[in-house]
């Protein structure tokens, strides 16, 4: 059953404390990515890598990192650098190409308590 | 700088009647559009895309959306709504010269239909 996997689905971090979250794909993509979600603000992408052991920041990238050590890895750490954590992420999925869609996970919902 | 507007926070329609959902872009060159929609608490799902060819896009659950380069708009349409399509709904843009594939994503507009 291919797709994209994220875990888990609910999260609660205290303050200063690093976070991280997982997301895994078995449908072969090339590329990966990490948005965050925000009522009203659509999606924010945060990190991206196209292949193993390379990553770019995105638009919001500060107070986050990320590794890609196996092509069906990707998972995103929240530091304690990162203000404002409390949001839903979600994980993508993609072939290289621009014109092919993103598959993407159910989501992590983070809150910071 | 790319960018994708949905003017709509929420379209309101009763079931069986035409539903619109609208999307304008901003972009310096030809891009690739895209719909998505989202249930509560849930990833996003991948509706339909325009790349080229034929300005009329058929996507799955009977969505379709038309390209309009003149108007740079690519508006999403149905043409009897159901209740199970309550959701919110996504438009995103790629350009063409983007390999990353990143989207740019609209606000997205929250539908609500009506028995």
């Known amino acids: 059953d291919g797709g994209i996997t994220q875990s888990p689905k609910y999260l609660f971090r205290k303050e200063g404390q690093n976070v991280t979250l997982s997301c895994e794909q078995n449908?072969?993509?090339?590329?990966m990515y990490w948005y965050r979600q925000d009522p009203g603000q659509g999606l924010r992408l945060i990190y991206y890598s196209q292949i193993v052991n390379d990553f770019q920041k995105g638009d919001i990238a500060e107070g986050y990192s990320v590794s890609r050590e196996k092509k069906e890895s990707f998972p995103l750490t929240v530091t304690s650098a990162q203000k404002n954590p409390t949001a839903f992420y979600l994980c993508?999925?993609?072939?290289?190409?621009?014109?092919?869609?993103?598959?993407f996970g159910q989501g992590t919902r983070l809150t910071v308590v | 700088a790319q960018s994708v507007a949905q003017p709509e926070d929420q379209v309101n329609v009763a079931e069986g009647n035409p539903l619109t959902v609208k999307c304008t872009y901003s972009?310096?060159?030809?891009?690739?559009l895209f719909w998505y929609v989202q249930y509560p608490n849930r990833g996003l799902q991948f509706l339909l895309k325009y790349i080229t060819g034929d300005n009329l896009v058929k996507g799955s659950y009977g969505f379709e959306a038309e390209f309009n380069k003149s108007q740079t708009s690519f508006h999403l349409k149905k043409p009897s709504a159901l209740v199970s399509d309550s959701a919110l709904y996504f438009c995103a843009v790629i350009l063409r010269t983007d390999s990353w594939g990143k989207l740019q994503f609209g606000a997205g507009t929250q539908v609500v239909v009506t028995p």
């Open positions: 993508a999925s993609s072939m290289e190409r621009g014109n092919t869609e993103a598959f």
């Open positions: 449908l072969n993509h090339d590329a």
């Open positions: 972009v310096s060159g030809n891009p690739y």
